[in-house]
């Protein structure tokens, strides 16, 4: 894996264990699917009574996005969905969390966007540290392409 998406983990506060988790996921990702490039990962969480609790980790890169459903189980459930269409809809709820500023512990983001001309669905959320990054992968691979023609007149 790129040291960057080292860093990124060890900025999110994610175990050992779950790192692990992660590095299989990721040479297994590229097995299924032939080497693809990966530019970035997220991993989407929320926080319930002061407890972390990972949900999705996701793989990035221009055309691609794949989804790993609760990946620290022992069942794998992958999604793969093409970026080379229109988004249609990008929504974004947050919560003590001003997108400019750093956030705090209590900091939520969640973002739903349709992609594919609405055939599939993104579902990005983060507490705490997490974030900025999911902000930033919706800013790269996904505000970019949403389809203005639909609200013009």
Known sequence: MKEEF??????????DVAQTKVEEIYNEILF????????????TNVTNDGHVEWQS????????VIECKNFLSQ????????????????NIKKGNYNLNDAPRQNSY?????LINNGHSSCNLMATGANCPYVKHIS???????IDTSLYSE
């Open 6 to 15: 080292y860093t990124y983990l060890k900025n999110i506060g994610i175990s």
């Open 32 to 43: 299924l699917y032939n080497n693809i490039n990966i530019d970035d990962i997220l991993i």
């Open 57 to 64: 980790l996701w793989f990035f890169n221009e055309d691609l």
């Open 75 to 90: 069942q794998a459930d992958y999604d793969i969905a093409s970026l080379n269409n229109k988004i249609i809809y990008y």
């Open 109 to 113: 983001i969640n973002i739903t966007i």
């Open 139 to 145: 800013q790269k691979y996904f505000l970019k392409k």
